[in-house]
């Protein structure tokens, strides 16, 4: 059984940042099948960033040039590096696994980020 647990967030000010942590029990195929999304009040989950089979990344337009995903796998653990926050960016941010074997999706319990002055 695979378990997820984010940490790292918290309220920052417009134009600061934060590093997002996910680390996973259990036995895992790769961090290259882990990611992060995020869910602002009101909207659905949306896919912020998550490494490709290849090792490379993909990345929401609006986050481009500002958030950047890293891993160690020997730690089995993602980071979410956030620069130049705004206060769109506010949302409640999900570590997700998924096995390449299977469409099932493991969540973490979400940590929340607010960007406000």
């Known amino acids: 059984q695979v378990q997820l647990v984010e940490s790292g967030g918290g309220l920052v000010q417009p134009g600061g940042s934060l590093r997002l942590s996910c680390v996973a029990s259990g036995t895992i195929s790769s961090i290259r099948d882990m990611g992060w999304y995020r869910q602002a009040p009101g909207k659905q989950r949306e896919l912020v960033t998550r490494?490709?089979?290849?090792?490379?990344?993909n990345y929401v337009d609006s986050v481009k040039g500002r958030f950047t995903i890293t891993g160690d796998n020997a730690k089995n653990t993602v980071y979410l590096q956030m620069n130049n926050l705004k206060p769109e960016d506010t949302a409640v941010y999900y570590c997700?696994?998924?096995?390449?074997?299977?469409?099932?999706?493991?969540w973490g319990q979400g940590t929340q980020v607010t960007v406000s002055s």
């Open positions: 997700n696994y998924r096995p390449p074997w299977s469409a099932y999706n493991y």
């Open positions: 490494f490709t089979s290849s090792g490379a990344t």
